[in-house]
């Protein structure tokens, strides 16, 4: 049997196999747990599902992907959402499977070949700790004409399915510290994709093909492993929870990096994703567009502060857009626009319409489990002959505000500043190991209100430049390491392939954070395609265009062949 390795062609064994060639496991091992962490071909249960109206059998592996795993508590903190629409810590639950968030379950379809792709699917929404959820399960009934279920889509394609369970932010390990802080979400994916490379040859399809695919906060973790691949500063912590293919020097044998990326409305950039949400948004804050009504003159200075910083920031960059042209803010207005204005001539191409002036646009929201439809007026947009004919962006983002409420100011670095009451927002993905949550930005850090939380100016008695350069080192590295931006366009392996969205009318974080991405991804060398679209209508959810989004993928894996 062969693999196929983008045009090279390398031989696939058995681990029983390799152990004939090498004349024992360690020897093929290079790294410190590589023998402990190869699969045996023969372990897999065999499950029976129904797709498209016909039976299908898969092999089912199950396996904790790291040597060291981290010991958990049994009771872990459950979650429900804060008044900006972001998960808020609540209560807890019980924890059943200790080694959850760092397992993995492989799925084989049968006759899966040796070249096909690996869907890794990754669910932490919100950045939040994901426990080990399987998407596929014994006797299930599945249609791969949903395009809804991309299991579905997976295995009528005969690629390999792998539901991944890895730390987050809101975990509790068992001696009380809180060891799901950044990076460990990103640790732990690369940890899986190298414990994949080490078993590439016991199991069908090939890691050369990785495809890892994610939303919201799994979005974010999707971008962020898609274009750090191979970095060496993740390094240290693989070796800390044993991670496959790193030896005891500390050196690298093994690959982290992956084929393509899906990633829906992608949460990146948070040290900047705060002045990006203002600049776009904070004209249109009132106690009536802002969750929860909250809306003073305090937060109405922090909004203005906020959006004041971004066009700095943004220019610092040094990204352009395709033609060439320096993104700033005044062109970033321009490119929203244009991404807009091209989704709205694309779904009218597709048979859909679009009302008239004044009249309503009836959209139907699917979000968390419910479904509401609302009648927005069309105030924004005129139509003819397929063509838009006039736009106003201004009036635009009312209607978006209009779907959503704004998240409160800030939007992400929101713990105890601005009038914020209590931990909300992304804060507990930040801190030390003995921290529950840190404030990681400058202004969250300088603005700080609650002295004795143990976070911000006013208990450490620094600014936000002095704290970094001293004992918030750490956190500003956290912030460092969990951003795409960090690794786009540097010497680390990106993923040549990308399908990214966010919906047309998703507040969750700026149109122009995931418009920065989409360029950031555009320039960096190793980059074949980045397929970016705002879809119609849509807000902040994923795998709402399965028929779409894997189309693309087989025509990039036809292109890659």
Not at 93 to 118: K, W
Not at 300 to 319: C, F, T
Not at 404 to 424: E, I, M, T, W, Y
Not at 524 to 549: C, I, R
Request: charged share 15%; proline share 4%.
């Amino acid at each position: 049997m062969w693999k196929r390795t983008f045009g090279t062609r390398v031989p696939q064994l058995s681990l029983a196999g390799f152990l004939m060639i090498s004349g024992s496991g360690a020897a093929l091992a290079q790294g410190t747990f590589d023998t402990a962490l190869m699969l045996d071909p023969a372990a897999y249960t065999t499950i029976t599902v129904t797709l498209d109206g016909a039976p299908l059998n898969l092999r089912r592996y199950e396996a904790t992907y790291v040597g060291q795993p981290v010991a958990m508590a049994a009771e872990q903190p459950a979650r429900s959402m804060g008044p900006g629409g972001s998960p808020a810590a609540a209560e807890t639950q019980t924890l059943e499977n200790l080694l959850a968030y760092q397992s993995l379950v492989v799925f084989v379809p049968e006759g899966a070949t040796d070249d096909a792709a690996i869907i890794l699917n990754v669910n932490n929404a919100g950045w939040f700790a994901s426990e080990l959820r399987e998407g596929i399960e014994e006797g299930g009934t599945y249609s791969s004409a949903s395009d809804t279920d991309k299991a579905a889509a997976a295995l009528a394609a005969g690629y390999v399915y792998v539901d991944v369970g890895t730390r987050g932010r809101g975990i509790l390990a068992a001696d009380g510290t809180y060891p799901g802080h950044a990076p460990a979400a990103v640790v732990d994916t690369k940890a899986a994709i190298r414990w994949l490379r080490l078993n590439d040859a016991a199991l069908p399809g090939s890691a050369e093909r990785i495809v890892i695919t994610g939303t919201s906060g799994g979005g974010g973790l999707t971008s962020v492993v898609a274009a750090s691949g191979d970095s060496a500063d993740f390094l240290p912590y693989l070796a800390e929870i044993g991670a496959a293919g790193v030896a005891a020097d500390g050196t690298s044998t093994l690959s982290d990096a992956v084929f393509a990326a899906i990633a829906y409305c992608p949460i990146t950039d948070l040290g900047n994703a705060d002045m990006a949400y203002e600049w776009l948004y904070g004209p249109l804050r009132s106690a009536e567009t802002t969750a929860g009504g909250m809306w003073t003159d305090v937060q109405a200075a922090a909004s203005a502060e906020l959006a004041a910083a971004y066009p700095a920031y943004l220019a610092g960059l040094g990204l352009t857009l395709a033609d060439g042209t320096p993104l700033t803010v005044d062109s970033m207005t321009a490119a929203i626009e244009a991404e807009v204005r091209a989704e709205i001539e694309r779904h009218v191409a597709e048979g859909g319409s679009v009302p008239a002036l004044g009249e309503n646009f009836d959209i139907t929201l699917r979000m968390r489990g419910e479904e509401k439809t609302i009648s927005l007026p069309n105030a924004w947009v005129s139509v003819e002959n397929g063509v838009v004919t006039s736009f106003d962006l201004q009036n635009y983002l009312r209607f978006v505000v209009g779907t959503a409420a704004l998240k409160p100011v800030p939007a992400f670095d929101r713990s105890h500043n601005s009038g914020n009451q209590g931990v909300d927002g992304e804060n507990s993905l930040f801190g030390t190991a003995a921290q529950e949550w840190s404030n990681f930005t400058a202004f969250g850090c300088n603005t700080n209100d609650l002295e004795g939380d143990g976070s911000g100016a006013d208990d450490t008695g620094k600014d936000w430049e002095a704290w970094i350069a001293g004992e918030g080192a750490a956190v500003a590295e956290q912030v460092r390491l969990i951003n795409p931006l960090t690794y786009l366009g540097t010497d680390a392996t990106a993923a040549p392939y990308w399908y990214v969205r966010h919906g047309m009318i998703d507040r969750d974080t700026s149109f122009a954070v995931e418009l920065t991405l989409s360029r950031a991804v555009a320039g960096d060398a190793d980059v074949k395609e980045v397929n970016f679209a705002l879809p119609w209508m849509t807000p902040h959810s994923g795998n709402y265009d399965v028929q779409e989004a894997y189309g693309w993928l087989a025509r990039v894996l036809a292109t890659a062949e």
